[in-house]
């Protein structure tokens, strides 16, 4: 069964604390995404990624950053957690060819203190 | 700015009954319209996607109808059941690169 796995379901930080959160998916797939997950505005993303050490900017980049350093792995960076950053991430992976859905990890529910 | 807007919030239904959860979008270059699924505890799963097409898909007790002049699509789900108590995200991308998401609506089927 093909999976994108996200390292953890809940994560509780301090505010001002670096954290990062990871996915890894295992079907070979050339497109990773970062998504948060917010009552009421839906998914809106984050950053995502057409391949290997490259990233682009998604609609609310501000305050995170990513890596990618190998094709099956993408971290989600929060330079420094703030309690406007408490929310529900889910990470998604897509292949390259034009228009095939997403597939979703479990998400990991942040909650910054 | 929401690219795709979604109606409506919230949705109840009894068993046996037909969800309609309609969605809109903005830019004409969207030519994929998928939606998604997500139970509690869960990432959303791809249900069902139109392309544009084509002005209908079913799949099993799943339909969108897909309104090119309009910018419309809508999901119906008939004979509503229990289980398909969910929440459902319409989205609309190009290329798989810009998938945008509605704000999603969360559907409860009462037995």
């Known amino acids: 069964d093909v999976k994108v796995t996200q390292s953890s379901r809940y994560l509780v930080k301090r505010t001002g604390e670096k954290v990062f959160l990871e996915c890894v998916q295992d079907?070979?797939?050339?497109?990773m995404f970062w998504y948060r997950q917010d009552p009421g505005l839906g998914l809106r993303l984050i950053y995502f990624?057409?391949?290997?050490?490259?990233?682009e900017k998604g609609d609310i980049p501000e305050g995170y950053s990513v890596s990618r350093e190998k094709k099956e792995r993408f971290s989600l960076i929060l330079e420094s957690a703030s309690t406007n950053q408490t929310s529900m991430y889910l990470c998604?992976?897509?292949?390259?060819?034009?228009?095939?859905?997403?597939?979703f990890g479990s998400g990991t529910r942040l909650t910054v203190v | 700015q929401q690219q795709v807007k979604q109606s409506p919030q919230s949705l109840i239904v009894q068993k046996g009954g037909i969800s309609i959860i309609n969605c809109a979008y903005e830019?004409?270059?969207?030519?994929?319209f998928p939606w998604y699924q997500q139970f509690p505890g869960k990432g959303p799963a791809l249900l069902i996607a139109?392309?544009?097409?084509?002005s209908e898909k079913k799949e099993g007790r799943f339909t969108i109808s897909f309104n090119k002049s309009a910018k419309q699509f809508s999901l119906h789900i008939m004979d509503s059941q229990p289980g398909d108590s969910a929440t459902y995200f319409c989205?609309?991308?190009?290329?798989?690169?810009?998938?945008?998401f509605g704000a999603g609506t969360r559907l409860t089927v009462k037995p």
């Open positions: 989205a609309a991308s190009m290329r798989s690169n810009d998938m945008r």
């Open positions: 830019n004409t270059a969207f030519d994929y």
């Open positions: 079907m070979d797939h050339e497109n």
């Open positions: 139109i392309r544009p097409d084509v």
């Open positions: 998604a992976s897509s292949r390259e060819v034009a228009n095939y859905g997403y597939t």
């Open positions: 990624s057409y391949d290997v050490k490259m990233k």
